[in-house]
């Protein structure tokens, strides 16, 4: 990963190889950024999306082994309510065939790279379970 700061933020290059959430977790854990929002372009392979199911609380997930290039990476930083830093990361992705998918971003690896802008927010963002919710919400 190579990185420059900039006031209010930096500009992340995941390398190739890279997996792409675990590197970001990982940057926003080591500079303790605990409130965030980020998105980026570039290409990506091994790449897990997933929908999730509001009526049933799961994600249904489905895997790209190929080179995806990488129309949209958006997402934010916060804590989950275990206290776990949760980089919410959404991906739309197209294939040689410029079809797109897109979805919840579980893991894809940079192929050659993947050029995000993070913008950082002073504080926290925390993440709770609300009653009759099944997924956890930010808390505001």
């Not at 609380?57 to 190929?66: L, N």
């Not at 991906?91 to 797109?100: G, P």
Request: charged share 25%; aromatic share 10%; hydrophobic share 40%.
């Amino acid at each position: 990963m190579l990185l420059m700061r900039f006031e209010g933020g930096y500009v992340i290059r995941i390398e190739e190889g890279e997996e792409v959430i675990g590197a970001l977790t990982a940057f926003c854990e080591r500079e303790e950024i605990e409130a965030g929002t980020f998105n980026g372009i570039g290409a990506v392979t091994g790449t897990r999306l997933g929908y999730y199911d509001h009526d049933t609380g799961e994600y249904t997930d489905r895997f790209f082994e190929g080179g995806m290039e990488v129309v949209a990476f958006s997402g934010n930083i916060s804590r989950k309510a275990d206290g776990t830093l949760f980089p919410h990361a959404h991906i739309i992705v197209s294939n040689r065939q410029m079809e797109a998918f897109g979805g919840h971003c579980f893991e894809a690896s940079a192929r050659p790279t993947l050029e995000i802008i993070l913008w950082t927010i002073p504080g926290a963002l925390r993440r709770v379970q609300l009653p009759g919710k099944s997924a956890q919400l930010l808390d505001l």
